[in-house]
């Protein structure tokens, strides 16, 4: 499975930005799709999961902020995150649980960057 973020950028303090993940390849038994963050410098922390029947779950610290979904005909993941804030910042990397082979697949990350 090849994973594809996009949708990254420098944004303004209580902006909105929506990024994408797209899978391609053996998408058979793709499962949870998730969100990690990185800061630099700093360890990739989970901060949304989102499973195939489209149950979700959210780090404490973009509950009511951040939204993941997904659209299983596109093996499509998503993260729309509103009002954001400069700790935001980081590289997004999507992920995905396959149920087939029991493994993690990654994306290359999109960049994040949160002006105050």
């Known amino acids: 499975v090849q994973l594809v973020e996009s949708g990254g950028g420098l944004v303004p303090a209580g902006g909105s930005l929506r990024l994408s993940c797209v899978a391609s390849?053996?998408?058979?038994?793709?499962?949870?799709m998730e969100w990690f963050r990185q800061a630099r410098g700093q360890d990739q922390d989970l901060i949304a999961t989102?499973?195939?029947?489209?149950?979700?779950n959210y780090a404490d610290s973009v509950k009511g902020r951040f939204t993941i979904s997904r659209d299983n005909a596109k093996n499509t993941a998503f993260l729309q995150m509103n009002s954001l804030k400069p700790e935001d910042t980081g590289v997004y990397y999507c992920?995905?649980?396959?149920?087939?082979?029991?493994?993690?697949?990654w994306g290359r990350g999109t960049q994040v960057t949160v002006s105050s």
């Open positions: 992920a995905v649980d396959s149920d087939r082979d029991r493994r993690r697949y």
């Open positions: 390849g053996n998408t058979v038994g793709m499962g949870t």
């Open positions: 989102v499973s195939e029947a489209g149950r979700t």
